[in-house]
Nanobody, 119 residues
Framework: QVQLVESGGGLVQAGGSLRLSCAASGSFVSINTMGWYRQAPGKQRELVAT???????NYADSVKGRFTISKDNAKNTVYLQMNSLNPEDTGVYYC?????????????WGQGTQVTVSS
């Protein structure tokens, strides 16, 4: 089982920045796509950004120009740099990933990390 471990959430004032990290653990892990989703109180989980094996990225319109997703293949880790944060960015941020372990497909979610932006 491939586990995803997130870190980097916290409390920040509007206009500030945070950097989230998500590391995939396990031997012989092959990663296809990793991404970040978020869920605000009372709302559905929504896509924030994804990055695939080739490095192509996809962003929600609400974060374009403010957030940057990147990855370190050697560390099986994906990052989300969040700048110009506003209160609407508040929520629990979840890492998601999929790929192969040997010939077996895997897909999993992280435990979530809280991001709170104060006005």
């Amino acid at each position: 089982q491939v586990q995803l471990v997130e870190s980097g959430g916290g409390l920040v004032q509007a206009g500030g920045s945070l950097r989230l990290s998500c590391a995939a653990s396990g031997s012989f892990v092959s990663i296809n796509t990793m991404g970040w989703y978020r869920q605000a109180p009372g709302k559905q989980r929504e896509l924030v950004a994804t990055i695939n094996r080739g490095g192509s990225t996809n962003y929600a319109d609400s974060v374009k120009g403010r957030f940057t997703i990147s990855k370190d293949n050697a560390k099986n880790t994906v990052y989300l740099q969040m700048n110009s944060l506003n209160p609407e960015d508040t929520g629990v941020y979840y890492c998601n990933g999929d790929g192969l372990v040997g010939l077996l497909k895997w897909q999993n979610w992280g435990q979530g990390t809280q991001v709170t932006v104060s006005s």
